[in-house]
């Protein structure tokens, strides 16, 4: 085979999460020449094994848990609520098709050339693709995004390789419902997928080495956390570290064994112990882009690589592992590629955990701020306290900020509970315009509203009106 000419173009986009195809198709639009190779996934993990997917499944997940509770509301329902196993991957699978049948339209009317196949750099600024139809080309970008993402981490444990366990991602193919669902770490993806096989139907066994579940929480809030799963029927062993897996055959029981010598046996093994970057085989050092110590693309707080000319961003460059987060990085870099200024640095960077109900978080936990030297309050309220969810008979959680009691400002808040992510961005955008908790507790906030509960969590520190530091 003759060896493939060299294409010039004006930017080369070498992955298509978030950031990569949104800035592959403004960038096309705007006229550049554009070429974006995904290996894949069209449209990148997001939408196709990862937040999209599963938050289509959380929403059956917690229809089940209406239906169980409709009487609760004044509602009759004749016979028991069951999982459909092939109804539930139906909806999961016609939400990621219409997602991925409408980034294939984008991206062609985007005007760029998007390939599908695997890149490896070659030279500066230059990879080789082998294309998935067995062609090859040979592209070089004027500017050039890594854009390559995380894949599940497996840890080194005897016997795991051989026992056909589940990851984040296998277990989205729905191949059966387990009676009893095994799962390996406590972190976001852990807790997700247990209270969501719990109110499947699924016996979940979940094993955590370290002493709480959420290690990045408060532990007060993980303490929450942990209750909300055991009432799902969720059986929790916290700090209990793995020693081996065993599995005999294929669809046999799967046997985990404990560094105590005790022994867990279920039908499955999801394995959520975080996630890995995408950068083994890409032919970085032909690149002259450096890793950072745990491999991910060192970048500074432009997303520069130290590679002229060569960015990276969403979870490869070692950016909050969020889509949103993703997002941002996609804007910073338009603004750079288009002659503007833009950083990273000091963003306030949100997110939620979508348990049932869910954890939304921004900002410093309380344990933060006191690291970090700040003179803390904190409010906290039961959200049984605020009236819409007396209304809806969804009072579990807590909410719960953390302000400096120098300057007034919130320094973070966590809201556990009914629509914490949806509330958690009032936080943010006080946080953002510098406000004090008292413009917040002051603000004349819709009733009955889950929002209305910001309004009682900074009442919970009195009346005093805000005072500026200087006349304190």
């Given at each position: 085979m003759p060896a493939a000419e060299l294409e010039e173009v004006d930017l080369l986009v070498v992955g298509g999460g978030k950031a990569?195809?949104?800035?592959?198709?403004?960038?096309?639009?705007?006229?550049?020449?554009?070429?974006?190779?995904?290996?894949?996934?069209?449209?990148?993990?997001c939408i196709n094994v990862a937040c999209i997917p599963t938050k289509s499944l959380v929403g059956s997940a917690r229809t089940m848990l209406t239906i169980?509770?409709?009487?609760?509301?004044?509602?009759?329902?004749?016979?028991?609520?069951?999982?459909?196993?092939?109804?539930?991957?139906?909806?999961?699978?016609?939400?990621?098709?219409?997602?991925?049948?409408?980034?294939?339209?984008?991206?062609?009317?985007?005007?760029?050339?998007?390939?599908m196949g695997t890149a490896r750099f070659v030279a500066p600024r230059t990879v080789q693709i082998a294309t998935n139809e067995d062609g090859t080309r040979l592209i070089r970008g004027k500017d050039v995004v890594i854009n390559t993402g995380t894949t599940p981490a497996v840890p080194d444990l005897p016997g795991l390789a051989e026992a056909d366990v589940w990851t984040s991602e296998t277990i989205l193919r729905l191949d059966r419902l387990p009676q009893t669902l095994l799962i390996l770490g406590g972190g976001y993806v852990g807790c997700e997928f247990a209270s969501m096989f719990a109110l499947f139907g699924?016996?979940?066994?979940?094993?955590?080495?370290?002493?709480?579940?959420?290690?990045?929480?408060?532990?007060?809030?993980?303490?929450?956390?942990?209750?909300?799963?055991?009432?799902?029927?969720?059986?929790?062993?916290?700090?209990?570290?793995?020693?081996?897996?065993?599995?005999?055959?294929?669809?046999?029981?799967?046997?985990?064994?404990?560094?105590?010598g005790s022994a867990l046996t279920g039908d499955e093994l999801l394995v959520a112990t975080g996630r890995s970057p995408v950068t083994a085989d890409l032919g970085l050092d032909a690149a002259e882009v450096k890793l950072t110590d745990r491999g991910y693309v060192a970048v500074d707080d432009h997303l520069r690589t130290g590679a002229e000319h060569v960015w990276a961003a969403g979870d490869v460059a070692g950016s909050p592992q969020f889509t949103h987060a993703s997002w941002n990085d996609f804007r910073i870099l338009r603004s750079l590629l288009s002659g503007r200024e833009a950083s990273t640095a000091g963003r306030l960077v949100p997110y939620t955990i979508f348990i049932t109900p869910e954890l939304a978080r921004v900002?410093?936990?309380?344990?933060?701020?006191?690291?970090?030297?700040?003179?803390?309050?904190?409010?906290?309220?039961?959200?049984?306290?605020?009236?819409?969810?007396?209304?809806?008979?969804?009072?579990?959680?807590?909410?719960?900020?953390?302000?400096?009691?120098?300057?007034?400002?919130?320094?973070?808040?966590?809201?556990?509970?009914?629509?914490?992510?949806?509330?958690?961005?009032?936080?943010?955008?006080?946080?953002?315009?510098?406000?004090?908790?008292?413009?917040?507790?002051?603000?004349?906030?819709?009733?009955?509203?889950?929002?209305?509960?910001?309004?009682?969590?900074?009442?919970?520190?009195?009346?005093?009106?805000?005072?500026?530091?200087?006349?304190?």
């Open positions: 990569g195809k949104s800035l592959a198709m403004d960038r096309a639009k705007a006229g550049w020449s554009v070429v974006m190779v995904e290996r894949d996934k069209i449209g990148g993990t169980q509770h409709a009487e609760v509301m004044g509602i009759e329902v004749d016979g028991d609520s069951v999982v459909s196993l092939a109804a539930l991957r139906r909806h999961k699978e016609s939400v990621v098709g219409g997602m991925v049948d409408a980034h294939r339209k984008m991206f062609t009317d985007s005007g760029m050339d998007f390939i699924s016996r979940v066994v979940l094993v955590q080495g370290g002493p709480q579940l959420l290690p990045r929480e408060d532990p007060d809030v993980a303490g929450e956390v942990a209750q909300i799963l055991t009432d799902q029927g969720v059986e929790l062993h916290l700090g209990s570290r793995a020693a081996s897996v065993r599995r005999e055959q294929a669809h046999e029981k799967v046997t985990l064994t404990l560094e105590d900002g410093l936990t309380e344990t933060q701020a006191r690291a970090a030297g700040h003179t803390v309050r904190v409010a906290k309220i039961p959200v049984s306290a605020i009236p819409r969810a007396k209304t809806l008979h969804d009072s579990t959680g807590i909410w719960k900020a953390v302000v400096d009691a120098d300057t007034d400002q919130i320094l973070g808040a966590a809201l556990l509970g009914h629509n914490g992510g949806e509330v958690i961005a009032a936080v943010q955008l006080a946080m953002l315009g510098g406000l004090p908790y008292q413009s917040v507790r002051d603000a004349l906030l819709t009733h009955p509203t889950m929002s209305e509960g910001l309004n009682l969590l900074f009442d919970t520190f009195g009346d005093q009106p805000h005072q500026p530091a200087n006349h304190r």
